[in-house]
């Protein structure tokens, strides 16, 4: 149930948003990737439309690393890169 409400909050439900649609898939290697896309209530006519994905990455070779992006329908790009390798 807690978890149910903090989604409602996240996705933003109290400021205009008429759907969201959420897809979150893992692949067997341990990728996640997540698609949301969001339609906001029309004013004068006009909806507007929001879209992100967010990549997740786990690789164990050369010690190790993580990886994480996410790119938006506005152009705006985060990355995140933590390595591990091996100190002599």
Known sequence: MFDWNRGLMDDDWNDGQQYVFKMKNKSASGQEFGTTLKVGE?????????????MKCKVSELGGWETEC?????GDVDYKMEMNFPKT
């Open 70 to 74: 996410k790119f938006k329908s506005s």
């Open 42 to 54: 029309a004013k004068s006519g006009v909806h507007k439309v929001a879209f992100e994905e967010k």
